[in-house]
């Protein structure tokens, strides 16, 4: 006996439209024999279905197994469906509602099937490097604006011929309204051209990237035009070349990314996890942080000075792909621009300003509107870490936790360094791709003119804005500025509340949960009491905080010298903790003693007792780069921010197995303080013993990771918490991120930690709008 039909609706939310969601909801339709239709709408995706109950289920479980590459599926809501007459079949219909609004995709790796078409000689996009679908290419780097459709993007000036076009709307065919569908008949085009912007011939039977790809053999480096911006590549074996690519970007110390063609190459030099592997060949493609052992082949000792880790990524678009195929070696692929300067995306903009760093250019004709660095991420014990959130990631909603569906929509201004800005409403919070520091005026000249595209592409007006309690910060006084031209209320929101809001907010801790014990260790932010904090324990949920603890606070030297120059800090613990006239008497022979006794130590001194420049900081960074110059690691100056600290973490996991710790002290007063004077004195003891440093470095770690995971469960038993929340930039820091997080499990707690947005001031915006959306609520 035949199942009775029935009529049923069904709402998908999340990641649903313009990945080729309607036609796998119309493939699945077909082949379960249903009829109805399926639609775009205001709300994501709206199915309308006319089968079995049995057949209908099958729908749904299908759906989520069997979603596209780059669908998200958060919810699938079954609705009540009257109709008089069901359709005959199952088709695939406009929206009801006109233009649908939808969302702007993250870009994406070419798929397996596209990868297929370009390495065929008999497919008629044989080895054409804009070759996407659907389930690929480019989407951020192209929109101009919304609706997302091909008028709107860059592609706009690539007409489809028919071949395309039949393509475009077959629902059968997965470049069904592919918005960048093109091929080499009608798409764009590229070309090689040298230092005088003149298109070179290749030799006969190479293309332009063939020729790129041997001139990159025979040592030249290469400017090569890609889907987010201009990068800069060399053969990252040939010492010369990446030394004078050093050298002309002004990147003199700081590690540079590489590409390789596939997992076998990276494994000749890096060892590669299982997770570590899934990484790599997802469809945002990151650079992956993987460690460098005895076993591997070196590659140029210039990639990446003073590091036991190499960043590498697999190829991402058609180009990369068909670039990496005819090199049998990795190469490095860095940021088209001088170091700290934005990366370079339009022709004109990259001839010129790279004119003195790349040989060669290899160029296209399709226009990138949104500058898009590399997504840098690293697995780790509890999951992926993401370092740099940019291309294949943003712009992704995340979805608000419980509590908050009835938020204003907020806009977020972010921090000074590694800005991103977040658009926050009802259907989630949208972070911007990395932006990087506004200090740089190029900078942030990039940052206004994003915060004005992402307002226009998510058609967003705030009722209110949040900005960081820091008066300096320019994105506090841009978010001033514009709270007053717009007539907006302005949430200031302080640095570590942010950062402890955004990580509940990820983890989707709901905004009426208890609070949580939050430890955010960065370089500093500004404090509630005007002084600067950066080593913080703070018991907070989304509205509020309270200090219970922090580092020992300790002058900064020079103010933001100190901040470049670790042996400022050096002295500042050393004079500090033990006192220099001591120091100096006992410890005459070390290398760090007879440095400082060559610096103008007395300004110094009077420079603290008058309160000049020295103002007193909390900051567990300043700690690890005073440890660092210690050990005679970069004491005289860093090349880029968290060098000295880096260089120190890479030390110490070369004695993995070193589990002794030196001393520290914590007061009970109210805020407790963690002393660090008990390590200073095991630790210049150790130096004057010849204790290899790396064994100093490693006991330094377990010391930090020991001191902050007891005050952390002292804290979190008089609290009655047992939630800890770990944040800011020097948990960055693998090797104490890990030590702190198995400590405090150990003891039965619950630990949060960001994951899918930086730790460090890269995901402050998210925990910015969250304070504020909590706050206006409760206000409301």
């Given amino acids: 006996m035949p199942h009775a039909e029935m009529a049923q609706a069904f709402r998908v939310r999340g990641l649903v439209q313009g990945v080729g969601f309607r036609p796998t909801v119309w493939r699945l339709a077909k082949e379960l024999g249903l009829r109805g239709e399926v639609l775009n709408d205001g709300e994501g995706v709206l199915i309308r279905a006319w089968g079995s109950a049995t057949t209908l289920n099958t729908l749904v479980s299908r759906l989520r197994a069997e979603q596209p590459p780059l669908a998200r599926i958060d919810s699938i809501e079954a609705l009540p469906l009257t109709a008089d007459s069901p359709p005959t079949a199952f088709e695939i219909v406009g929206s009801e509602t006109g233009h649908v609004r939808t969302g702007v995709l993250s870009d994406a790796a070419t798929c397996p099937a596209c990868l297929s078409e370009i390495m065929d000689p008999d497919n008629r996009r044989y080895r054409y490097p804009f070759t996407n679908c659907t389930h690929c290419g480019p989407r951020l780097s192209i929109v101009a604006a ?197 990366q370079c995306i339009g022709n004109e903009e990259a001839r010129a300003r790279l004119a003195e760093i790349a040989d060669y250019w290899l160029m296209h004709d399709r226009e990138i509107l949104n500058r898009l660095d590399d997504s840098v991420v690293r697995s780790d014990t509890g999951g992926p870490t993401v370092l740099r959130r940019a291309r294949g990631y943003a712009p992704a909603p995340h979805p608000l936790p419980p509590g908050f569906e009835n938020s204003p929509p907020l806009l977020a201004l972010g921090g000074e360094l590694k800005t991103t800005l977040c658009l926050w409403h009802a259907d989630g919070a949208v972070v911007s791709q990395h932006i990087g520091d506004l200090e740089d005026a190029s900078v942030h000249d990039d940052y206004r003119r994003t915060l004005s595209l992402y307002r226009q592409l998510f058609d967003f007006t705030p009722a209110g804005l949040a900005v960081d309690q820091h008066p300096d910060y320019l994105s506090t006084q841009w978010g001033a500025a514009l709270a007053e031209r717009e007539d907006l209320p302005l949430t200031e929101v302080q640095h570590h509340h942010a950062h402890i809001a955004a990580c509940l907010m990820e983890h989707g801790v709901a905004r009426d949960a208890t609070p949580a ?264």
């Fill in 146 to 342: 919304v609706p997302y459709d091909r008028a709107n993007t860059s592609m706009a000036a690539f007409p489809m011929c028919p071949a395309c076009e039949t393509e475009y709307e077959d629902p059968s065919d997965r470049r069904f309204h592919a918005q960048p569908n093109a091929c080499a008949d009608c798409g764009p085009r590229l070309w090689l051209e040298d230092d005088q912007g003149s298109e070179i011939d290749p030799a006969p039977h190479q293309d332009a990237i063939e020729a790129a790809a041997s001139l990159i053999a025979q040592g030249a480096i290469v400017a090569i035009k890609g889907i987010g911006g201009v990068h800069l590549a060399c053969d990252a074996t040939n010492e010369e070349a990446v030394n004078a690519l050093r050298q002309r970007k002004r990147r003199y110390d700081k590690a540079f990314a590489l590409m390789a063609r596939d997992l076998s190459m990276i494994a000749r030099h890096a060892a590669i996890s299982e997770a570590e592997q899934d990484l790599l060949t997802a469809p945002a493609a990151p650079i992956v942080i993987l460690q460098i052992g005895p076993e591997h082949q070196p590659l140029a000792s210039a990639v990446a000075p003073g590091q036991s880790s190499l960043g590498f990524m697999l190829p991402y678009t058609p180009l990369h792909h068909l670039l990496m195929q005819s090199l049998d070696r990795p190469i490095v692929l860095t940021s088209g621009n001088r170091s700290d300067e934005p």
């Fill in 517 to 780: 014990l939050g430890i955010v260790l960065d370089g500093m932010g500004y404090g509630e009491d005007g002084a600067l904090w950066g080593g913080e324990f703070l018991l907070a949920d989304y509205r509020r905080f309270k200090r219970l603890g922090h580092f020992m606070p300790m002058a900064l030297l020079g103010g933001a010298q100190a901040m470049r120059e670790p042996w400022r800090n050096a002295y500042a613990y050393l004079d500090s903790c033990i006192g220099w006239s001591e120091v100096a008497a006992c410890y005459p022979q070390l290398d760090v003693v007879r440095l400082l006794q060559a610096k103008p130590l007395a300004l110094l001194d009077q420079m603290k007792a008058r309160g000049v420049n020295a103002p007193s900081a909390v900051s567990a960074g300043r700690l690890f780069d005073a440890v660092a110059a210690a050990l005679s690691i970069r004491p005289e100056s860093i090349g880029y921010e968290g060098q000295a600290a880096i260089e120190l973490e890479a030390l110490a996991q070369s004695e993995a197995d070193e589990q002794s710790a030196y001393g520290f002290a914590v007061s009970h007063g109210s805020p407790a303080v963690l002393d660090w004077t008990p390590l200073w004195h095991d630790l210049l003891d150790e130096l004057s013993r010849d204790v290899p440093t790396p064994v100093i470095a490693k006991r330094f770690h377990n010391t930090v990771a020991l001191a902050v995971a007891q005050l952390a469960r002292r804290l979190a038993e008089e609290q009655k918490t047992d939630t800890i929340v770990l944040s800011g930039g020097v948990f960055q820091n693998q090797l104490l991120l890990s030590a702190v997080s198995e400590r405090l499990e150990a003891a039965g707690l619950t630990v949060l930690r960001p994951s899918l947005f930086p730790a460090n001031d890269g995901g402050i915006a998210l925990g910015q709008a969250a304070v504020a959306a909590a706050q206006m609520l409760d206000n409301a």
